[in-house]
């Protein structure tokens, strides 16, 4: 299935189906979307987050296949670059991993820890957290700490753009 996220007219309460039920959070798409599906990005505006977003909530797998994040126009029908998700207050990171959460694609997505992230931007500090996540083309900057602390296995980083973080860009 393929669901959609759209920051502005968005709604999590909607479907997500549909560009025009499209649930106004990715939070709401790592609780729902299952291994194989893919979430629509919307770049309708900036997706803003006062809250670490847990990416432990459900989980791809290799046997079923990944759960793809990639962003798309204001329309929700063409790729387009930087879908932008930022910190709007003080955080510990903007998205945590845990063991649980593994084999997800992250496609053309900035991640803005806006001066407001205090540890690292993408935290997937113990044994086996984020396993064969995979990043392309997507921006890391502004984390209090580090970009990516990562200690997971077959983490991927294609044509990333990471800067202007306190410590190491990728750490693991």
Avoid at 58 to 75: C, H, K, M, P, Q
Avoid at 129 to 145: F, L, P, V
């Amino acid at each position: 299935a393929t669901y959609y996220v759209d920051p502005v007219s968005g709604n999590d309460g909607n479907a997500g189906t549909s560009f025009g039920a499209a649930w106004a959070t990715t939070q709401k798409a790592l609780d729902t979307a299952p291994a194989g599906d893919t979430t629509r990005l919307c770049k309708t505006g900036t997706e803003t987050t006062s809250a670490v977003i847990d990416a432990a909530t459900n989980s791809g797998s290799l046997a079923n296949g990944y759960i793809n994040f990639e962003r798309w126009d204001s329309t929700g029908s063409c790729l387009v670059d930087g879908y932008e998700i930022q910190a709007s207050s003080s955080i510990s990171n903007l998205i945590s991993y845990t063991t649980a959460a593994d084999s997800l694609k992250w496609v053309g997505v900035d991640f803005n820890g806006n001066g407001n992230v205090t540890g690292s931007l993408l935290l997937m500090d113990g044994t086996g957290e984020g396993d064969y996540t995979e990043y392309w083309r997507c921006t890391i900057r502004d984390g209090g700490a580090n970009g990516a602390l990562m200690r997971g296995r077959g983490i991927k980083f294609y044509e990333c753009n990471v800067h202007s973080n306190t410590l190491d860009g990728l750490k693991a």
